[in-house]
């Protein structure tokens, strides 16, 4: 069996699972984010009086942070009494951060756990060796009621990166050259696993931004074996009651692919689809007029800091605005301590509260008819970000900045 199928084996009690079974399983983290309060209506639907393991559920109101209008603030105010009500400890108030962040700060993410929550980018969790994966409001409420939750296992892909990447490549660099080369259908219920001489070498950061991208592929889940970086990032942040499975030796993948890094120059996801990829070098020169550093995708200190780098002692341009969106609570409190929230403030960007901000189109950098962002967020939709008419590039945390920079999109190598 694969690692992923040990996880489900585990979650669903029995000693093997194979592809395609369908099985109940235990629910380790269930997370529901401020979009979803009609988890707790559901909840309520199906009779549900008390919530089965409340010690397991989380509410973060990360979209919607802080609220924007009336009806965001009646959501939190709702969400907010039902925790109450429930005994749920966890609630994740609106100055913490996106989820996914949040999950990873506090040591929730770790090898063998199976995490639930209303957000499709819980793919992200697969950096730590767990299963991640995405609901909606029905299937939450059934957790909520039950603790459990069914799934499918999924037919499992492995991705082998080998290479040493050139200046300016980054892990978004390299999961949006993979996306544009299979699809955004590819790995529709699929699972994807990540392995090879890249990713060994790559920070908890970048693998997390890798596994983050793969539910633009369609995956179910994400995952890359735990090794000596996974367990010096859970001993820093105080994780220890944790399961890692391997997989064995004799287990046949649904499909493997193999690419060289170092081959690979920086990308861009061009409108209106993440997987309508290019190199970034015909699209040099396209103006913009908002630049989008954060999220889930591209928020954590090492996005501030390459950002930092490219910006120290400069400004930005001045027909283009520059929002910073630091992914959590921890990263904007690591961007004052090590002077890079200084540096960017003063470079004129714009620093905007923890969460996801306007990468979803709700509130706070949301673009005109006719303007064109370049983002390290994860979707590049028509309205994602705001109207319709508007035009979202999706690039790495460093194309970001030097495209603010330069006020159009620039390549990053030359400030680097």
Not at 318 to 342: F, H, K, N
């Amino acid at each position: 069996m694969h690692a992923i199928e040990k996880i489900l084996a585990n979650g669903f009690g029995l000693p093997e699972v194979h592809t395609g079974q369908i099985a109940n399983s235990r629910v380790d983290l269930a997370g529901i984010n401020d979009l979803y309060l009609q988890s707790v209506y559901s909840f309520r639907e199906m009779d549900g009086a008390r919530v089965a393991v409340p010690e397991n559920v989380y509410v973060f109101l990360d979209h919607y942070a802080p609220a924007s209008s009336i009806q965001q603030a009646q959501n939190h105010k709702e969400f907010r009494a039902f925790c109450r009500e429930q005994g749920i400890e966890g609630l994740i108030d609106t100055h913490e951060g996106v989820c996914h962040q949040v999950v990873a700060d506090k040591g929730l993410a770790t090898p063998g756990k199976i995490i639930v929550i209303t957000d499709s980018h819980t793919t992200t969790h697969g950096a730590f060796g767990a299963f991640g994966t995405g609901v909606g409001a029905t299937d939450m409420a059934t957790i909520l009621r039950t603790g459990k939750l069914w799934f499918k296992v999924p037919e499992i892909m492995k991705i082998t990166l080998e290479g040493i990447p050139k200046k300016g490549v980054y892990a978004k660099d390299v999961i949006l050259h993979i996306i544009g080369e299979l699809g955004a259908d590819y790995g529709i219920y699929r699972a994807v696993e990540f392995t090879g001489s890249y990713v060994d070498n790559l920070s908890v950061s970048e693998r997390m931004c890798l596994c983050n991208m793969t539910t633009e592929m369609g995956a179910q889940t994400a995952y890359i074996q735990p090794d000596q970086i996974t367990f010096d990032h859970l001993e820093k942040v105080g994780a220890t009651d944790y399961t890692v499975y391997t997989t064995d030796d004799d287990f046949e993948y649904w499909a493997e692919h193999t690419y060289d890094v170092a081959t690979m120059e920086p990308q861009v996801a061009v409108p209106f689809s993440v997987d309508n990829v290019e190199d970034i070098t015909p699209n040099l020169g396209t103006k913009v007029q908002q630049a989008y550093l954060g999220t889930c995708t591209g928020g954590r200190i090492e996005d501030l800091a390459v950002a930092a780098k490219i910006l120290g002692g400069k400004k930005i341009h001045p027909d283009t605005r520059l929002l910073i969106v630091p992914a959590s609570q921890q990263v904007l409190l690591q961007a004052i301590e090590l002077g890079y929230m200084t540096t960017l403030v003063e470079a004129n960007a714009t620093f905007v509260t923890p969460g996801c901000a306007s990468c979803l189109g709700t509130h706070q950098g949301l673009l005109a008819s006719g303007e064109v962002c370049i983002t390290s967020s994860n979707r590049n939709f028509p309205g994602r970000m705001g109207h319709t008419a508007g035009k979202i590039y999706l690039a790495s945390p460093a194309a970001v900045a030097a495209s603010a920079l330069e006020g159009k999109i620039a390549d990053p190598r030359r400030y680097l």
